[in-house]
């Protein structure tokens, strides 16, 4: 099932179930208005909502009309919780070896994660707009799950039932507060302003065999400008969704909605490229001495999709422009 969110001068919008092929919608007013409710309702109103679903696929939904991602705000325009991992270690592992830095406790055994903002998610063709571009403007492409209620102490393998749609992230950074954010160790704030979402969440079954163990075996297509960038794929995550949860959740209730990131997708083979501008740095770091790529500037756009085996496209793209938040 595939499940958007249209922009309708509210803060939440309006839920609406979506085609699998991404061409065609219908309201899902008649059973609930918005994705909050949906997924703190999950187990009462997902039958129906898979029932409406499959009269869409099947052509037999009343008052159908075409989706169009454009209107599409974030598939749940503001989150109650955001957490993001940092689980591909890959990624890590290139950061310290090109900028020296100390390897962190426990990388390979416990999850790094921050909890970031969540109360303003963009929409998958919004602007993004930023104070300056000296910040380091960089895209971080994603994956994501969002969950239902979670218990406290929820351990890995209780955790799988509880990941009930999968999203695809545009965790959007800015790299000059990175380090000064570090040294502080009291966790990111202005090194990460509003993360972008594709125009779909799905639920894991829409993926078939590509999502298992927990994680999305799909790769992640990345354009800068119009220009591949990179094509990691989800299934080297080291610590796989149910492990992230199990960490979020170690001290605390998780309530429905909250949505958890896998950190930038990144891949051992080089060969494939990166889902952020600061991998590839680091990889000219390594290689060169010195980083030969700059960041994004105000015009730049970014387009980020995932394929489906047959390669149509799962999430939809995020495809944005970066502007100037001045007035």
């Known amino acids: 099932m595939k ?42 109103v997902e039958p ?109 393998e209780q955790a799988a039932g509880h990941i009930k749609l999968l999203l695809q992230v545009n965790d959007v950074s800015l790299r000059a507060f990175t380090p000064v954010e570090m040294k502080k160790g009291f966790g990111f704030l202005h090194a990460k302003p509003s993360s972008s979402f594709a125009p779909v969440a799905v639920t894991p079954d829409e993926l078939g065999s590509a999502w298992k163990e927990g994680r999305v075996h799909l790769s992640l297509h990345v354009r800068w400008n119009g220009k591949g960038f990179g094509h990691p794929n989800g299934r080297e995550m080291n610590f796989n969704f149910h492990q992230l949860i199990a960490h979020a959740a170690a001290t605390r209730r998780l309530r429905a909605g909250t949505v958890i990131g896998s950190g930038t997708v990144s891949n051992a083979d080089s060969s494939v490229g990166s889902a952020c501008i600061a991998e590839r740095r680091a990889l000219e770091m390594i290689a060169h001495g010195k980083p030969s ?9 970014v387009r980020m999709e995932v394929l489906d085996a047959d390669g149509r496209s799962v999430f939809g793209a995020i495809d944005q422009k970066v502007v100037s938040a001045s007035p």
């Open 3 to 44: 499940l958007g969110t249209l922009k309708n001068g509210t803060r939440d919008g309006q839920l609406v179930v979506v085609s699998r092929d991404l061409l065609r919608a219908v309201h899902a007013r008649s059973i609930v208005s918005t994705m909050q409710d949906a997924i703190e309702n999950w187990a009462e």
């Open 48 to 156: 129906s909502l898979r029932a409406l679903y499959d009269a869409l696929n099947a052509g037999t939904a009343h008052d159908a009309f075409d989706f169009d991602p454009t209107a599409a705000a974030a598939p749940l325009p503001r989150a109650y919780q955001w957490c993001d991992g940092s689980a591909f270690l890959n990624h890590g592992r290139l950061m310290e070896k090109a900028f020296g830095i100390a390897p962190v406790p426990d990388f390979e055994t416990v999850p790094l994660m921050y909890q970031g903002a969540s109360d303003d998610f963009l929409g998958p063709r919004d602007d993004v707009p930023l104070p300056s571009e000296a910040h380091g403007i960089d895209f971080e492409g994603e994956f994501a799950i969002m969950v239902d209620d979670v218990p406290m102490g929820c351990t890995a």
């Open 293 to 301: 790529s700059g960041f994004m500037r105000f015009g730049d756009t």
